[in-house]
């Protein structure tokens, strides 16, 4: 049984650029959820999808950070214009509907 | 609105010791769920319960502890007779009825030594 995996690991960029990340979840389950860890936190809130369907978006995120899940397959958190506060951990977590979340290693941004 | 509060920012205890975890939620659902995550420093998060706001049994897994007591809105999470690999942060979580949105905690880094 594969976990969730999250790719790449660890992106450095420079203010401005755009930057994608992607999420494969466990295979058998239809609900997908994005969440960004910044030191000393616990993981925020950011997006939700059951299947394909975008059910909830954190009002914290901003315009310029949009989530795609096509096929409700694999997802993809793509932010644009990278600002230094995007600097944090992405996490990745897929659950079935029995509501437990189960974690991606992760994806470390730099914004430099 | 939902909050999760973890009072303990740090714990600090020696092997073998017992240590209990804090966890405070506000929530107006009357259906909700809650969680507890483990962070090891490898920094992946790893599951370790799930409780319905109806079930307020406590549960006892090894050497992992629960106490979910309505009255005072809180999931407490004990360790008996601690180890050096339990080492990490521990985070409570809570998640309204559709399972949508999950609100953590901020965590309680727990720290055995030998």
């Known amino acids: 049984d594969t976990g969730v995996s999250q790719n790449p690991r660890h992106k450095i960029t420079k203010r401005g650029q755009n930057v994608t990340f992607r999420c494969d979840p466990i295979?058998?389950?239809?609900?997908l959820y994005w969440y960004r860890q910044t030191l000393g936190q616990g993981p925020e809130f950011l997006t939700y999808?059951?299947?394909?369907?975008?059910?909830?978006k954190s009002r914290l995120l901003s315009d310029r950070f949009s989530a795609e899940r096509p096929k409700g397959s694999f997802s993809t958190l793509e932010i644009q214009r990278t600002e230094q506060g995007d600097s944090a951990m992405y996490l990745c977590?897929?659950?079935?509907?029995?509501?437990?979340?189960?974690f991606g290693p992760g994806t470390r941004l730099t914004v430099t | 609105a939902q909050k999760v509060t973890q009072a303990q920012t740090e714990i600090s205890v020696v092997e073998k010791e017992d240590v209990t975890l804090d966890c405070v939620y506000e929530?107006?659902?009357?259906?909700?769920?809650l969680f507890w995550y483990k962070q090891p420093p490898s920094g992946e998060l790893v599951f370790l319960i799930r409780?319905?706001?109806?079930?307020?049994q406590n549960e006892i897994s090894g050497r992992y502890s629960w106490n979910f007591q309505k009255s005072t809105s809180s999931f407490n999470f004990t360790i008996t007779a601690s180890q050096v690999v339990d080492s990490a942060v521990y985070f409570c979580?809570?998640?309204?009825?559709?399972?949508?949105?999950?609100?953590f905690g901020a965590g309680t880094r727990l720290f055995v030594k030998a």
């Open positions: 409780r319905n706001s109806f079930d307020e």
């Open positions: 979580a809570l998640s309204e009825a559709g399972g949508f949105k999950t609100i």
């Open positions: 929530t107006r659902d009357t259906t909700y769920y």
């Open positions: 295979s058998e389950h239809n609900r």
């Open positions: 977590a897929s659950s079935s509907p029995s509501y437990e979340q189960y």
């Open positions: 999808f059951q299947n394909e369907a975008q059910l909830e």
